[in-house]
């Protein structure tokens, strides 16, 4: 079966939480917040193996002049197979009008935003505070 992609915020908890447990990020450590976190999303675009959650990218934005987009993720089976570039095209499409969309790519991330069309910015730092609260 083919993946098929999905323009929705409605997930069930235990479908965000395994993907985000299948790269090992600490979000899935709040599966509350992160389905509502994704629900409040301006907007999501989910890849599918059948009913089988397999990517997800989601954006926060003004609608004109910036696009952040704080989650992308493909289940590691998946890498490879197109689906973090077909999902990035799809939230590019979607922001077109906006002057400025960035994100926050580790450092072995920053090849593939590159491919994407991202660039590194010049004179600017990502700056996080991070609240460590709950379990781990």
């Known amino acids: ?3 098929s992609y999905r323009n929705i915020k409605e997930f069930k ?9 299948s790269v090992k990020w600490d979000s899935a450590k ?9 629900k409040n999303s301006d907007a999501v675009y ?10 997800l990218i989601n954006s926060l934005s003004d609608g004109v ?6 989650y992308l993720l493909v289940r590691p089976e998946y890498h490879g197979a197109g689906i973090g570039k077909k999902l990035v095209a799809m939230m590019l499409a979607e922001y077109t009008s906006c002057v400025r969309k960035s994100l926050i790519a580790f450092d072995e991330q920053v090849k593939f935003y590159e491919s ?3 660039r590194v910015g010049t ?13 781990g």
């Not at 004179?123 to 379990?135: E, N, Q």
């Open 46 to 55: 989910s890849a599918w193996d059948g009913d089988k959650l397999v990517g």
């Open 123 to 135: 004179g600017t730092s990502a700056m996080l505070i991070t609240v460590k609260s709950g379990p």
């Open 13 to 21: 908890q235990l479908q965000l939480q395994e993907l985000f447990l």
């Open 65 to 70: 002049l910036n696009a952040y987009f704080p």
């Open 116 to 118: 994407c069309g991202f």
């Open 1 to 3: 079966m083919g993946i």
């Open 30 to 38: 709040y599966p509350d917040k992160l389905r509502t976190a994704i």
